[in-house]
């Protein structure tokens, strides 16, 4: 008796136990359910969806006539899925006999199955990834993928920047028209069993190729810069020089080039030093090529004429310096013209005293000096104007002659582009088109009138042509040529920086009807410092090959020695 009541009472415990294990059991089945039923849904869904990126084709960039300058290579990116691959050991082996891959490392990432996605190879060369993807391994898995890529090398490689692995613009145009170029990516959502096997694609979404981007410049013309440029640089011992090509009536850049340059295959291991845009980014005192806003601001406000003349001195004091012409020259008569020609700067201060401080700031402005020009380039530098509240009584003494201002290569060939266009400034630009879009609606405005405009013509002309004038050597046999020499200090912490100088040529070619204009700026040229003798002779050679090569006549008689 007394062990038929043992036995109940056990079966009893026994019952009240699994009553409770039941009661928990439900418990915890409603919490999930009810409590928790959204966000375990959630989580199911994600271990059985999958979304897959599939990269969208980036548009080229070309130049003017359609020659490619950045395009997408087509090649073949091969993935694995850790979790379905049966043989590691052999996906590893494999990769290090076509890819070059250290089995070493890809071994352990494929038998740890952290992932379903982890990269084989990316951007591989289409007949390796063919042998490879032969074998059928599975779990293996590729996609067709674009790598960028630069046919012209070193042509343009800071104007073009470049794309980094994802094909997303990480400098120069193909940041600056990034979105246009990039597309827009596909997507794929894919159902996967337990085990990981693709069942369905339950939504998809096509890629969206990118926009091909068609530059003004000519690959030509950008090429020859280069050349020319290099070789300057070699002959003067400098530092780096830097071109612009400027169609003066559209603002159309043909070439932004300069020296030391590198091939754009190779931006990601080319120190930065070589890739900024130096035409754009950088700033560097104008010294004499800045007199044009002096003499031109001078002859609008019928201060002075062409032919007013002016008894200068050797040296002229304002406030506590004393300022000496480039070459020592006893007290003569000069007229405003060869006070130009001849880069005097006893005489550009003398007429810019007339104008006086808040005249001359009115014309740096006029001109754009201190702001943006607005190319379509990222990273462009404003220069730097003194605002006029904090000129001292020497600042009429320094600007006036392209001291103590900041300006850009692009700010100075577009002032002269300015001139060259009938006194009608207009905003430079490098892009002509994207996609089927034409760029256009630039803005412009005038500088000078028509009137002034030809007087500064004819005395940029006498820079040339005269005979003791300082730009000589830019001539070009059979064209007319006006322009500008440049011969500025380079600043330093301390004042001036001793030794070292800035030499530039700026000129319009024929100068009746202007087709470019061409500026060269030669940065620390150590064999000689002068603009008329270091940056003349390139613009000299990169106009006259620009002018053969778009065909443009003629406009003056060459030049014979006489007969006997």
Not at 78 to 104: E, S, W
Not at 179 to 186: E, N, P
Not at 512 to 520: I, S
Request: overall charge positive; aromatic content about 8%; proline content about 6%.
């Amino acid at each position: 008796m007394r062990g038929e009541k043992q036995a109940n009472r056990r079966i009893r415990l026994l019952l009240a136990c699994f009553i409770v294990v039941f009661a928990v059991a439900l418990g915890r089945a409603a919490w999930l359910q009810v409590v928790h039923a959204a966000t375990l849904s959630r989580a199911a869904q994600r271990m059985h969806e999958e979304t897959i990126v599939t990269p969208a084709g980036r548009g080229s960039i070309l130049d003017r006539s359609g020659v490619q300058l950045a395009i997408g290579v087509e090649t073949t990116t091969i993935y694995a899925d850790p979790h379905l691959v049966t043989d590691p050991r052999g996906v590893a082996l494999a990769a290090q006999k076509i890819f070059g891959i250290d089995p070493n490392v890809l071994y352990p990432q494929l038998v740890q199955k952290k992932t379903h996605f982890l990269y084989i190879e990316r951007f591989a060369d289409s007949a390796l990834a063919d042998r490879f993807l032969a074998d059928h391994f599975a779990g293996i898995d590729s996609y067709p993928e674009q790598r960028r890529a630069y046919p012209q090398n070193t042509v343009a490689a800071q104007v073009i920047g470049y794309a980094g692995v994802d094909n997303k613009g990480l400098g120069g145009l193909e940041l600056r028209y990034n979105a246009a170029l990039a597309g827009k990516a596909g997507k794929q959502t894919v159902i996967r069993d337990p085990a990981g096997r693709a069942l369905d694609v339950i939504r998809s979404s096509p890629e969206r190729q990118g926009q091909n981007v068609m530059t003004t410049l000519d690959h030509v013309i950008q090429a020859n810069a280069e050349s020319v440029l290099r070789k300057t640089v070699a002959q003067w011992g400098a530092d780096s020089a830097t071109a612009i090509v400027l169609d003066p009536k559209t603002g159309a850049v043909l070439a932004m080039a300069q020296a030391p340059g590198y091939n754009a295959n190779a931006t990601p291991t080319t120190p930065f030093t070589y890739q900024r845009n130096r035409a754009v980014t950088d700033v560097y005192e104008p010294g004499s090529t800045f007199k044009l806003v002096t003499i031109a601001g001078a002859l609008s406000d019928g201060l002075v004429t062409p032919h007013t003349s002016f008894k200068l001195k050797d040296s002229i004091h304002v406030a506590d310096r004393v300022i000496h012409d480039a070459e020592y020259r006893p007290t003569e008569t000069l007229t405003v013209s060869q006070i130009l020609a001849r880069s005097s700067n006893v005489g550009a201060i003398t007429i810019a005293e007339k104008l006086g401080a808040s005249g001359l700031m009115h014309w740096i402005k006029r001109f754009n000096f201190g702001s943006m020009t607005g190319i379509d380039f990222p990273g462009e530098s404003p220069g730097f104007v003194l605002p006029l509240d904090q000129w001292s009584g020497s600042t009429i003494g320094n600007v006036p002659i392209g001291q103590g201002i900041d300006v850009t290569p692009m700010q100075m060939a577009s002032a002269y582009a300015a001139i060259a266009n009938n006194g009608v400034w207009v905003e430079p630009h490098l892009v002509a088109r994207v996609g089927g879009h034409v760029v256009s609606h630039f803005k412009r405005h005038r500088v000078v009138s028509r009137t002034i405009d030809n007087e500064l013509k004819t005395m940029l002309t006498g820079v040339v042509d005269e005979h003791n004038a300082t730009g000589t050597q830019a001539a070009i046999p059979g064209y007319t040529v006006a322009g500008k020499t440049g011969t500025a200090q380079v600043p330093g912490p301390h004042g001036y920086t001793t030794g070292k100088y800035v030499a530039s040529f700026i000129g319009m070619v024929p100068v009746k009807h202007p087709r470019l204009v061409v500026m060269v700026v030669v940065d620390d040229p150590r064999r000689n410092i002068f603009g008329g003798t270091v940056a003349a002779p390139a613009f000299a050679q990169i106009a006259q090959f620009d002018l053969q090569y778009l065909n443009v006549p003629p406009d003056a008689p060459v030049k014979t020695a006489a007969s006997n």
